[in-house]
C-alpha cells in the first residue's frame, strides 16, 4: 500500500486548506481512513477518521465544527477540509490506513500545515 498526501501549505489564520491523500496498491474500499497531526515536539495526535463506505466520521475535539473529512471511493482518495484554522493547528498531516479489525496500519509521508497568527 502507498499513500500519497498534498495540500498543505502556508495560511494565515482563519483562512483554510484541503488535504488530499490518495491509496494505491491495494482496493481502497477495504481500509479505514484516518488523518493524524504531528506539532514539533510533540506526539502524533488523531484528527479524523472516516469508516470504509464514508458513511460514519469522526472528529479530535480540537477540530470538531473546523475539519471535515470526507472520502472519494472512486478516485481513491480522503479528503480533510480544514477551515477556520489556528495557529496551533501548524503540523505535519500524515494520512493513513487500516484493515478493519487488524492492527495492520499504513501511513503516509505527511504534508506540512503552517498557520500564521
Known amino acids: 500500500v502507498q499513500l500519497q498526501a498534498s495540500g498543505g501549505g502556508f495560511v494565515q489564520a482563519g483562512g483554510s486548506l484541503t488535504l488530499s491523500c490518495a491509496l494505491s496498491?491495494?482496493?481502497?474500499?477495504?481500509?479505514?481512513m484516518a488523518w493524524f497531526r504531528q506539532a514539533p515536539g510533540k506526539e502524533r495526535d488523531f484528527v479524523a477518521g472516516?469508516?470504509?463506505?464514508?458513511?460514519?466520521?469522526y472528529y479530535s475535539d480540537s477540530v470538531k465544527h473546523r475539519f471535515t473529512i470526507s472520502r472519494d471511493n472512486a478516485a481513491n482518495t480522503v479528503h480533510l477540509q480544514m477551515n477556520s484554522l489556528k495557529p496551533e493547528d501548524t503540523a505535519v498531516y500524515y494520512c493513513?490506513?487500516?484493515?478493519?479489525?487488524?492492527?495492520?496500519?499504513?501511513w503516509g509521508r505527511g504534508t506540512l500545515v503552517t498557520v500564521s497568527s
Open positions: 496498491g491495494r482496493t481502497y474500499t477495504d481500509y479505514y
Open positions: 472516516i469508516n470504509l463506505i464514508g458513511t460514519d466520521t
Open positions: 493513513r490506513a487500516r484493515l478493519p479489525a487488524s492492527i495492520v496500519t499504513y
